[in-house]
């Protein structure tokens, strides 16, 4: 079984930043992705930026310049540092990690449950 936490959301005033954490758990052999996602009130689900497991990064455009993403392979664990917040990144972030279980051959996809951010004056 795996799961993956996060932590950190919260309410924030726009041009304030907050920070994301997400920790993976259970019976992981490795993890080759991990990420955060997101989805704001009748929008899809969209990335906001991944990792993989040897450093590289991809961001959505939107977010690009403002929002950091850093993990610890050794800690299974990813970050969102988020700069510069605006209106339009209210939504719930969720964590997600592409892996392969012990004892499995192929790779699986994990969420966490989501934690709200809401920018607002």
Known sequence: QVQLVE???GLVQPGGSLRL???ASGSIFSINAM??????PGKQRELVARITIGGNT???DSVK????????????????QM?????????VYYCHAALIRLG??????????????????
């Open 7 to 9: 932590s950190g959301g």
């Open 21 to 23: 954490s997400c920790a």
């Open 35 to 40: 990420g955060w996602y997101r989805q704001a």
């Open 58 to 60: 991809n961001y959505a």
């Open 65 to 80: 310049g403002r929002f950091t993403i850093s993990r610890d392979n050794a800690k299974n664990t990813v970050s969102l």
């Open 83 to 91: 700069n510069s917040l605006k209106p339009g990144d209210t939504a």
């Open 104 to 121: 499995s051959l192929g790779e699986s996809n994990y969420w966490g449950q989501g934690t709200q951010v809401t920018v607002s004056s």
